[in-house]
């Protein structure tokens, strides 16, 4: 009955197209250009913003990647980014503490980061296997919980290094730390490229292209694609002799583990560690990012990841600087809130073929 | 006024098509006030769909509507919606249960229908927040159960309840409606235990003597005989026999009901020749299932014994809900399973699904968008998956094996290969498995099995929802399969006819277990005995 | 055949059975066991602080019973209702209607305002059937993306604010603190009565003894049956002819008037409104609170919510001055809290989630057992 479904005109296929991206995703798309249109013409440096949007893209783009092993899988958003994010800051805390400096205190906090990343994620990954179906609102609350739990540990953990600990108590770890003379914009400078007022860090791009490719391989294997046929249709892959579980907790491994890394490469762009409530609301712009890329709840690949933490980040650079030139009136933390919930409410109202 | 001698309900002509299919075919039948009709048939013969019409069920509307009439009381009734028809005086009992768990009987039976005081605050703010009249709700649901003639608890919350009593609920409900007229039980006493089964037919009794028409739908002949006036009983969309119940015996029933068409006659002569009857012998056993339970809903088996022969083409027949799903899905580890299987001389653990699949042992599942498709990926995906993450195919291997990686080109000339040997209708390799027609689904899950080149296929409800071109051709494919690849094939059906065509010999499932395993050639009569013979 | 109930349990089961079921309640007793002799306050103090802690939740966690009752969940987005109230008490704070007509108009403006809301916010639910909670915590983020464009840029502009009191030094949007002094306690002190030295707010108790004779009598009304049958089947309800989509949202709209009000007399007792920040934590702390007292997603009653606010609430007073004993910094106790109310909401949701899982496998174990029997006489 649907045989005539192939000869679709070139009218439904574009309406069909513009459907598949999304009325919002098209909205948004345009308001960053007519930003981009509008910035030279209220006076803003352009080649200032763009260096802007690119060098937030570089920070963030690794944390948005975090997303894809987890929606692959089936496991939805991963709202407990904060996991992910504390095994970072464990990593970064550590690296500072056992007295590596400069570079090697990047790789020295990424390879430190990994056994964290891995202990908490394969917990994490446990307990989503138990509650299948209701991954997003509990990742959400075990972050949040994760979190506040750091916030004691960070108090109370014996660091000692006079870098980071409040000078007068002599322990506790400062609420911002500092990263100069250890990782600071290590990965930003590597071959930085510098035309005027447009400067792109290509080190932190490079290293980004380095990791997506990693996860873009890593789909094209035997796992990978089992881990995708998870996602897809588990019953499928169950009958097809995929151990789901499985799948599911190293997908959670591999999200927690590139939050980690993303969030270190964040601070190295940053230049300072922000612990306690920082990671708190880390999730949410992930989150919107990629979806504003084009995914949904269980489909998502690097593309959106790209595309989605540029527009996302180009907003939310772009808008205060043309806003306060143009109308003197700063309203860019008001449409940074509606954008980026809109689109999540936006992704979780849509159905799915599968929810059908 | 409805005139005196016109009768409660009268079809007339109806006919109705699902996508070109004919499902009814002219179907007439009156029904008088009181009387009790009782309706059998094979699954797929039309009885649901004729209840979902008489019904006012929106998929018949969504799917172009009926041709016919249908008067009650001698006016022509046009049912919009389910609520049109319990309005007019029609209760239905399905055979999934609609009542709320956390209610009792009493809440249930009045749901949406209590009885209710005015307060001050509904007066300003609208009736929906009158208070429920507790005393009132007992007494109605006290007088509906009255008048069903079986006790059960009305203050019980149904999930404590056992499972014969939901159904009485359920019939309670309905006899509360005032205007009832006619009750359909939609198989009613699959459910029950035997005694509760008798007091359900006592209690039909005693609402045809109150003047409220049943019809009755029931796999379980004797039933129908024994509380029936009439019996109604249906093949392939059409009526081959109305009949008093007192004037016929269950064997004529069954003959009626199974009985074939003229047309397939010819067939069956072809068909003799075909049937290996080498096979016959019991020497060359490939798999033996013994004591084998599965859990899987709706199509509970239990303790079967199966001797499957090596090259033969084995069917698996039965009415729907009998168990005879569940045969080769408690097998393949989909659903919990116990009992011993051994394939080819060595024991497979069950409740593995990976365990029958590196024994090469393949599956098509009857659930073709649940179970059997990737919908959201290219055919390449949904045929070359299994083969991939069983057998390492279309695999390229990278440092020393380390890296397995998907070898895409590898997979096209799979998919390619089926796609022309199936005649796979798509636009390329790369649609979407969701974009296809229902049998063009349907071979693409075949390929995904002949990919795994297994030894022993089990190929389920291979013909569901799929048109009679492609039924064919999947037909066909399979027993080219079968004959030139020398692959086992145990082929699990609803449909008779078809596995009388295809199959070596044919196992019925009735009530759970293997009522008797007959050669193909058997005529239809008596597989409509052993599919009736253990019905619960 | 498989109809069996088994009905003889063993006691040790049963203990086990409600140790199980109130994890949570238990486990907050022991910490206040453990915290309150720490914190070495005086339990005049204590009674005190929980009785005006009473006062000023009770009615708010009281307004998540009824999505509970829909089947909906624990309705983050209460938090809308937490902003109506907020604008209603922001402008009749600028047109100095003070003490008790203050509230009341307070309450009268926040009606309109929750009801638009809760509209939108039921419509969205019915949209997202089966991640509800997931999706009326997103909501509530966005809406408050919402009332911070109309309070810090339509406010001033738009929205006539006369007194510059309550605007920011740049002439439009509402400061970060707005104080409610002539309204300060004044429902609270309305009927005055001390017990034990402490402070009785006898008129708010008398408004949340309004509210839950309300509940109760709303749970016997056509609507309050009708939300109980949705919450448990939606299919059922329909095929029964209740409007489900309807039934769901009047839910939520109920609500979140109540939060509406609840705010309202929360800030009353607070004596100011932190503009931007009231609202945010209100949502957590109360589904928390409601947890805490035994609560589960898809059960509560009022018994809980006063359990809960009480233990809660004790937790919370005593938590900052044992931590500083124990460890001797105070942020320690003040993080703990946190924690703990994370963790509670957690570990309820934990609970549920499996809960539905474990419920369907005890089916398939029922089943496995008869057939069992089954194929065990068919083989003598």
Same mark, same amino acid.
């Given at each position: 009955?649907?045989?005539?479904?192939?000869?679709?005109?070139?009218m439904?296929?574009?309406?069909?197209?513009?459907?598949?991206?999304? @009325?919002p995703?098209?909205?948004?798309?345009?308001?960053?250009?007519?930003?981009?249109?509008?910035?030279?013409?209220?006076?803003?440096? @352009?080649?200032?913003q763009?260096?802007?949007?690119?060098n937030?893209f570089?920070?963030?783009?690794?944390?948005?990647?975090?997303?894809?092993?987890?929606?692959?899988?089936?496991?939805?958003l991963?709202?407990?980014?904060?996991?992910? #994010?504390?095994?970072?800051?464990?990593?970064a805390?550590?690296?500072?503490?056992?007295?590596?400096?400069?570079?090697?205190?990047?790789?020295?906090?990424?390879?430190?980061s990994?056994?964290f990343? !891995?202990?908490?994620?394969?917990?994490?990954?446990?307990?989503l296997?138990k509650?299948?179906?209701?991954?997003m609102?509990?990742?959400?609350?075990?972050?949040?919980?994760?979190?506040?739990?750091?916030?004691?540990?960070?108090?109370?953990?014996?660091?000692?290094?006079?870098?980071?600990v409040?000078?007068?108590?002599?322990?506790?770890?400062?609420?911002?730390?500092?990263?100069?003379?250890?990782?600071?914009?290590v990965?930003?400078?590597?071959?930085?490229?510098?035309?005027g007022?447009?400067?792109?860090?290509?080190?932190?791009?490079?290293?980004?292209?380095?990791?997506a490719?990693?996860?873009?391989?890593f789909?094209?294997?035997?796992?990978?694609?089992?881990?995708?046929?998870?996602g897809?249709n588990?019953?499928?892959?169950?009958?097809?002799?995929?151990?789901?579980?499985?799948?599911?907790?190293l997908?959670?491994?591999m999200?927690?583990?590139?939050?980690?890394?993303?969030?270190?490469?964040?601070?190295?762009?940053?230049?300072? *560690?922000?612990l306690?409530?920082?990671?708190? /609301?880390?999730?949410?712009?992930?989150?919107?990012?990629?979806?504003?890329?084009?995914?949904?709840?269980?489909?998502?690949? &690097?593309?959106?990841? !790209?595309?989605?933490?540029?527009?996302?980040?180009?907003?939310?650079?772009?808008?205060?600087?043309?806003?306060?030139?143009m109308?003197?009136?700063?309203?860019?933390?008001?449409?940074?809130?509606?954008?980026?919930?809109?689109?999540?409410?936006?992704a =979780?109202?849509?159905?799915?073929e599968?929810a059908? | 006024?409805?005139?005196?001698?016109?009768?409660?309900?009268?079809?007339?002509?109806?006919?109705?098509?699902?996508?070109?299919?004919?499902?009814?075919?002219?179907?007439?039948?009156?029904?008088?006030?009181?009387?009790?009709?009782?309706?059998?048939?094979?699954?797929?013969?039309?009885?649901?769909?004729?209840?979902?019409?008489?019904?006012?069920m929106? %998929?018949?509307?969504?799917?172009?509507?009926y041709?016919?009439?249908?008067?009650m009381?001698?006016?022509?009734v046009?049912?919009?919606?389910?609520?049109?028809?319990?309005?007019?005086?029609?209760?239905?009992?399905h055979?999934?249960?609609?009542?709320i768990?956390?209610?009792?009987?009493?809440?249930? #039976?009045?749901?949406?229908?209590?009885p209710k005081?005015t307060?001050?605050?509904?007066e300003?703010?609208?009736?929906?927040?009158n208070?429920?009249?507790?005393?009132?709700?007992?007494?109605?649901?006290?007088?509906? #159960?009255?008048?069903?003639?079986?006790? *059960?608890?009305?203050?019980? %919350?149904?999930?404590? +309840?056992?499972?014969?009593?939901?159904?009485?609920t359920?019939i309670?409900?309905?006899?509360?409606?005032?205007?009832?007229?006619l009750?359909i039980?939609?198989?009613?006493?699959?459910?029950?235990?035997?005694?509760e089964?008798?007091?359900?037919l006592?209690?039909?009794?005693?609402?045809?003597?109150?003047?409220?028409?049943?019809?009755?739908?029931?796999?379980?002949?004797?039933e129908?005989?024994?509380?029936?006036?009439?019996v109604?009983?249906?093949?392939d969309?059409?009526?081959?026999?109305?009949?008093?119940?007192?004037?016929?015996?269950?064997?004529?029933?069954?003959?009626?009901m199974?009985?074939?068409?003229?047309?397939t006659?010819?067939?069956?002569?072809?068909?003799?020749?075909?049937?290996?009857?080498?096979?016959?012998?019991?020497?060359?056993?490939?798999?033996?299932?013994?004591?084998?339970?599965?859990?899987?809903?709706g199509?509970?088996?239990?303790?079967?014994?199966?001797?499957?022969?090596?090259?033969e083409?084995?069917? &698996?027949?039965?009415?729907?809900?009998?168990g005879?799903?569940?045969?080769?899905?408690?097998?393949?580890?989909?659903?919990?399973?116990g009992?011993?299987?051994?394939?080819?001389?060595?024991?497979?653990?069950?409740?593995?699904?990976?365990?029958?699949?590196?024994?090469?042992?393949?599956?098509?599942?009857e659930?073709?968008r649940g179970?059997?498709?990737?919908?959201?990926?290219?055919l390449?995906?949904?045929?070359?998956?299994?083969?991939m993450?069983?057998?390492?195919?279309?695999?390229?291997?990278?440092?020393?094996g380390?890296?397995?990686?998907?070898?895409?080109?590898?997979?096209?000339?799979?998919?390619?290969?089926? %796609?022309?040997?199936l005649?796979?209708?798509?636009t390329?390799?790369?649609?979407?498995?969701?974009?296809?027609s229902?049998?063009?689904?349907?071979?693409?899950?075949?390929?995904?099995?002949?990919?795994? $080149?297994p030894?022993f296929?089990?190929v389920?409800?291979?013909?569901?929802?799929?048109?009679?071109?492609?039924?064919?051709?999947?037909?066909d494919?399979?027993k080219?399969?079968?004959? $030139?690849?020398?692959?086992?094939?145990?082929?699990?059906?609803?449909?008779?006819?078809?596995?009388?065509?295809?199959c070596?010999?044919?196992?019925?499932?009735?009530?759970?277990?293997i009522?008797?395993?007959?050669?193909a050639?058997?005529?239809?009569?008596?597989?409509?005995?052993?599919?009736?013979?253990?019905?619960? | 055949?498989?109809?069996?109930?088994?009905?003889?349990?063993s006691?040790?089961?049963?203990?086990?059975?409600f140790?199980?079921?109130n994890?949570v309640?238990?486990?907050?007793?022991?910490?206040?066991?453990v915290?309150?002799p720490?914190s070495?306050?005086?339990?005049?103090?204590?009674?005190?602080? *929980?009785?005006?802690?009473m006062?000023?939740?009770?009615?708010? *966690?009281?307004?998540?019973? !009824?999505?509970?009752?829909?089947?909906?969940g624990?309705?983050?987005?209460m938090?809308?209702?937490? +902003?109506?109230?907020?604008?209603g008490?922001i402008?009749?704070?600028?047109?100095? #209607?003070v003490?008790?007509?203050?509230?009341?108009?307070?309450?009268?403006?926040?009606?309109?305002i929750? &009801?638009?809301l809760?509209?939108?916010?039921?419509?969205?639910?019915?949209?997202?059937?089966g991640r509800?909670?997931?999706?009326?915590?997103?909501?509530?983020?966005?809406?408050?993306?919402?009332y911070?464009?109309?309070?810090?840029?339509? +406010?001033?502009?738009?929205?006539?604010?006369?007194?510059?009191?309550?605007?920011?030094?740049?002439?439009?949007?509402?400061?970060?603190?707005?104080?409610?002094?002539?309204?300060?306690?004044?429902?609270?002190?309305l009927?005055? =009565?001390?017990?034990?030295?402490?402070?009785?707010?006898?008129?708010?108790f008398?408004?949340i003894?309004v509210?839950?004779?309300?509940i109760v009598?709303?749970r016997?009304?056509?609507?309050?049956?009708?939300?109980?049958?949705?919450?448990?089947?939606?299919?059922?309800?329909?095929d029964?002819?209740?409007?489900?989509?309807?039934?769901?949202?009047?839910?939520i709209?109920?609500?979140t008037?109540?939060?509406?009000?609840?705010?309202?007399i /929360?800030?009353?007792?607070?004596?100011n409104?932190?503009? /931007?920040?009231?609202?945010?934590?209100?949502?957590?702390?109360?589904?928390?609170?409601?947890?805490?007292?035994g609560?589960?997603?898809?059960?509560?009653?009022?018994?809980?919510?006063?359990?809960? %606010?009480?233990?809660f609430?004790?937790?919370?007073?005593?938590?900052?001055?044992?931590g500083?004993?124990?460890?001797?910094?105070s942020?320690?106790?003040?993080?703990?809290?946190?924690?703990?109310?994370?963790?509670?909401?957690?570990?309820?949701?934990?609970?549920?989630?499996?809960?539905?899982?474990?419920?369907?496998?005890?089916?398939?174990?029922?089943?496995?057992?008869d057939?069992?029997k089954?194929?065990?006489?068919?083989?003598?």
């Amino acid at each position: 009955m649907n045989e005539n479904a192939e000869k679709q005109s070139f009218m439904d296929r574009c309406r069909e197209a513009v459907a598949d991206f999304g @009325l919002p995703r098209l909205i948004i798309a345009g308001f960053l250009l007519l930003l981009f249109i509008l910035s030279p013409l209220v006076g803003a440096d @352009l080649p200032t913003q763009i260096s802007n949007t690119i060098n937030r893209f570089s920070w963030n783009a690794i944390l948005v990647l975090a997303m894809v092993p987890m929606v692959h899988s089936g496991c939805g958003l991963n709202f407990g980014l904060p996991l992910g #994010i504390i095994s970072g800051l464990l990593g970064a805390t550590l690296s500072v503490e056992l007295g590596f400096t400069g570079g090697l205190s990047f790789f020295a906090a990424i390879v430190i980061s990994t056994p964290f990343a !891995i202990i908490l994620g394969l917990f994490y990954g446990w307990l989503l296997n138990k509650i299948k179906g209701g991954e997003m609102m509990i990742a959400t609350y075990v972050g949040f919980s994760s979190v506040s739990f750091m916030c004691m540990m960070w108090l109370l953990l014996p660091y000692h290094s006079p870098n980071m600990v409040w000078g007068l108590a002599g322990k506790g770890l400062r609420t911002t730390i500092s990263l100069e003379g250890y990782y600071d914009k290590v990965l930003a400078n590597f071959l930085q490229i510098n035309i005027g007022n447009l400067s792109i860090p290509t080190g932190t791009i490079l290293f980004f292209i380095l990791i997506a490719l990693g996860i873009w391989a890593f789909l094209h294997t035997k796992t990978g694609t089992a881990m995708t046929a998870v996602g897809s249709n588990p019953v499928f892959a169950r009958a097809a002799g995929v151990n789901i579980d499985k799948m599911r907790m190293l997908s959670v491994v591999m999200s927690t583990w590139l939050a980690a890394v993303g969030i270190l490469v964040y601070e190295q762009g940053f230049g300072f *560690i922000q612990l306690y409530m920082a990671p708190f /609301y880390m999730a949410l712009p992930a989150v919107s990012a990629i979806l504003i890329g084009g995914a949904s709840v269980n489909k998502a690949s &690097i593309a959106n990841v !790209i595309i989605g933490t540029f527009l996302f980040q180009g907003i939310v650079t772009m808008t205060p600087t043309v806003m306060n030139n143009m109308i003197h009136m700063d309203m860019s933390e008001v449409i940074r809130i509606i954008v980026s919930n809109g689109m999540i409410l936006y992704a =979780l109202t849509r159905k799915t073929e599968r929810a059908k | 006024m409805a005139d005196k001698a016109s009768p409660l309900l009268e079809i007339k002509n109806i006919k109705k098509e699902f996508f070109g299919n004919q499902v009814l075919t002219d179907i007439n039948f009156t029904l008088e006030e009181g009387e009790v009709l009782g309706f059998c048939g094979e699954n797929g013969a039309g009885k649901s769909t004729l209840m979902k019409i008489l019904f006012g069920m929106d %998929v018949i509307r969504e799917t172009g509507g009926y041709e016919g009439e249908i008067l009650m009381n001698g006016e022509k009734v046009d049912f919009a919606t389910p609520f049109d028809a319990i309005n007019a005086g029609i209760g239905m009992v399905h055979q999934e249960f609609s009542l709320i768990p956390g209610f009792t009987a009493t809440e249930n #039976i009045l749901l949406n229908r209590e009885p209710k005081k005015t307060n001050v605050i509904s007066e300003i703010f609208g009736e929906r927040l009158n208070t429920l009249d507790r005393k009132e709700m007992d007494a109605r649901a006290v007088e509906a #159960i009255e008048k069903m003639g079986v006790s *059960i608890d009305r203050g019980m %919350v149904i999930n404590e +309840m056992p499972v014969g009593h939901k159904q009485f609920t359920e019939i309670a409900r309905e006899l509360s409606k005032e205007q009832l007229k006619l009750l359909i039980l939609d198989e009613p006493t699959a459910v029950l235990t035997e005694k509760e089964a008798e007091a359900l037919l006592h209690s039909v009794r005693g609402m045809s003597s109150r003047g409220i028409a049943v019809i009755f739908i029931t796999h379980r002949l004797h039933e129908i005989l024994e509380v029936c006036d009439k019996v109604v009983v249906m093949r392939d969309g059409f009526v081959v026999k109305e009949v008093p119940a007192g004037d016929t015996n269950e064997a004529e029933i069954t003959r009626y009901m199974v009985g074939r068409n003229v047309d397939t006659n010819t067939d069956h002569s072809n068909l003799r020749e075909e049937i290996k009857k080498d096979s016959l012998s019991d020497s060359s056993v490939i798999m033996s299932v013994r004591n084998l339970w599965v859990d899987m809903p709706g199509e509970t088996v239990r303790n079967v014994n199966l001797d499957v022969r090596k090259g033969e083409i084995l069917g &698996i027949g039965g009415l729907a809900g009998q168990g005879k799903l569940g045969i080769p899905n408690g097998i393949m580890g989909l659903y919990e399973a116990g009992g011993t299987v051994v394939f080819d001389g060595k024991e497979i653990p069950l409740n593995q699904p990976r365990s029958c699949l590196d024994s090469a042992i393949a599956f098509v599942s009857e659930d073709r968008r649940g179970v059997g498709l990737l919908l959201d990926e290219t055919l390449e995906w949904n045929v070359a998956f299994p083969a991939m993450q069983i057998q390492n195919k279309f695999l390229k291997y990278y440092l020393g094996g380390l890296i397995k990686w998907r070898d895409e080109e590898a997979i096209r000339a799979v998919t390619e290969k089926y %796609v022309e040997e199936l005649q796979i209708k798509c636009t390329g390799t790369s649609q979407k498995a969701k974009e296809l027609s229902g049998g063009n689904q349907q071979k693409v899950c075949l390929a995904k099995a002949f990919a795994l $080149e297994p030894r022993f296929l089990f190929v389920s409800e291979p013909t569901r929802g799929i048109d009679v071109g492609a039924k064919a051709l999947v037909l066909d494919a399979l027993k080219k399969f079968n004959r $030139e690849s020398g692959v086992t094939v145990v082929m699990i059906s609803s449909e008779l006819e078809e596995l009388r065509r295809t199959c070596d010999r044919i196992a019925i499932v009735s009530g759970g277990r293997i009522a008797e395993i007959l050669p193909a050639d058997t005529p239809s009569e008596t597989f409509g005995t052993l599919m009736v013979s253990q019905v619960i | 055949m498989m109809n069996k109930t088994d009905s003889n349990k063993s006691t040790v089961q049963k203990i086990g059975g409600f140790l199980g079921a109130n994890t949570v309640p238990i486990m907050f007793i022991l910490i206040c066991a453990v915290c309150i002799p720490l914190s070495g306050f005086s339990p005049s103090y204590l009674l005190n602080e *929980i009785v005006t802690r009473m006062g000023r939740n009770t009615f708010l *966690i009281l307004c998540l019973l !009824i999505p509970i009752m829909a089947g909906m969940g624990l309705n983050f987005g209460m938090t809308l209702g937490a +902003m109506a109230g907020e604008i209603g008490l922001i402008l009749t704070a600028d047109w100095q #209607i003070v003490g008790i007509p203050g509230m009341v108009l307070a309450m009268i403006l926040s009606i309109p305002i929750s &009801i638009l809301l809760g509209l939108i916010c039921g419509k969205i639910l019915n949209m997202a059937k089966g991640r509800e909670m997931v999706t009326s915590y997103i909501i509530s983020y966005f809406i408050n993306g919402v009332y911070q464009f109309v309070v810090l840029y339509l +406010m001033g502009p738009v929205i006539p604010i006369k007194h510059s009191s309550l605007k920011l030094p740049r002439g439009y949007g509402i400061r970060n603190t707005v104080s409610l002094l002539d309204m300060r306690q004044k429902l609270d002190d309305l009927i005055p =009565l001390t017990v034990f030295g402490a402070k009785i707010p006898v008129a708010t108790f008398l408004l949340i003894a309004v509210l839950c004779l309300f509940i109760v009598w709303f749970r016997k009304t056509k609507l309050g049956q009708d939300m109980r049958a949705v919450g448990q089947d939606m299919e059922v309800s329909k095929d029964a002819g209740i409007n489900v989509e309807r039934t769901r949202i009047i839910s939520i709209i109920m609500s979140t008037v109540l939060a509406g009000f609840g705010m309202v007399i /929360y800030l009353q007792n607070m004596g100011n409104i932190a503009t /931007y920040s009231s609202h945010s934590q209100i949502g957590m702390f109360c589904i928390a609170a409601l947890l805490v007292g035994g609560a589960s997603v898809d059960r509560a009653s009022i018994g809980n919510v006063f359990l809960g %606010v009480t233990l809660f609430h004790l937790m919370f007073i005593v938590a900052p001055s044992a931590g500083a004993k124990l460890t001797g910094d105070s942020m320690i106790g003040e993080y703990f809290r946190v924690f703990v109310s994370y963790a509670v909401i957690t570990i309820a949701l934990v609970m549920y989630e499996t809960k539905k899982r474990r419920a369907k496998s005890r089916m398939a174990e029922q089943l496995r057992l008869d057939q069992l029997k089954e194929s065990e006489v068919a083989e003598q």
